[in-house]
T-cell receptor
Framework: EDQVTQSPEALRLQEGESSSLNCSYT??????LFWYRQDPGKGPEFLFT???AGEEKEKERLKATLTKKESFLHITAPKPEDSATYLC????????????FGKGTMLLVSP | GAVVSQHPSRVICKSGTSVKIECRSL??????MFWYRQFPKQSLMLMAT?????????EQGVEKDKFLINHASLTLSTLTVTSAHPEDSSFYIC?????????????FGPGTRLTVT
């Protein structure tokens, strides 16, 4: 069965303490892997799309990488405003493009 | 760019009544719109996919007669929760995709908190 697993479920960092979030997937055909940020009570905010193994994308303190089995979201020198839930999703259908989400990693960055 | 709005942001209704939620893509034409629901501390669950001018495709276990979806134009989709019950209380989120060569990214609205009393 196709599956998206994110780890850890929750992560607490000190401001400036770099770390990585993991998203592993088992799908029959990957059409894209997406990272979103979600603040409490709000809709997800698009961060990155990765399409093929070896691809990397960066935005401010965030860098997303992709292999054939997993993706990492690296957070460099995080700030308290980076606190949020980070969601990973994969597009794997052959028909309409739909997303299957992982359960997310709740990140808390303390000052 | 790629801004999606939802209205209302919060709604409280009585059991047995119907509620309509609107989803609009403000600065792009959406070939496809999606409706999700999210329970507290859980991830998003896809309810249905809709394309302008055609019937929505519902995920397994989602009642199409209870959750009516209308995709009237390339910028507007509506979700009507009919005969709402307390168990329908949830956070409903829509998303829109430009599709085709412009990519399959989905851009999400801010969500609608539905409470059924």
């Amino acid at each position: 069965e196709d599956q998206v697993t994110q780890s850890p479920e929750a992560l607490r960092l000190q401001e400036g303490e770099s770390s990585s979030l993991n998203c592993s997937y088992t799908v029959s055909g990957l059409r894209g892997l997406f990272w979103y940020r979600q603040d409490p009570g709000k809709g997800p905010e698009f961060l990155f799309t990765l399409y093929s193994a070896g691809e990397e994308k960066e935005k401010e303190r965030l860098k997303a990488t992709l292999t054939k089995k997993e993706s990492f979201l690296h957070i460099t020198a995080p700030k308290p405003e980076d606190s949020a839930t980070y969601l990973c999703a994969v597009d794997m259908n052959s028909g309409y493009s739909t997303l299957t989400f992982g359960k997310g990693t709740m990140l808390l960055v303390s000052p | 760019g790629a801004v999606v709005s939802q209205h209302p942001s919060r709604v409280i209704c009585k059991s047995g009544t119907s509620v309509k939620i609107e989803c609009r893509s403000l600065d792009f034409q959406a070939t496809t719109m999606f409706w999700y629901r999210q329970f507290p501390k859980q991830s998003l669950m896809l309810m249905a996919t809709s394309n302008e001018g055609s019937k929505a495709t519902y995920e397994q276990g989602v009642e199409k007669d209870k959750f009516l979806i209308n995709h009237a134009s390339l910028t507007l989709s509506t979700l009507t929760v009919t005969s709402a019950h307390p168990e329908d209380s949830s956070f409903y989120i829509c998303s829109a995709s430009r599709g085709g060569a412009l990519g399959n990214e989905q851009y999400f609205g801010p969500g609608t908190r539905l409470t059924v009393t």
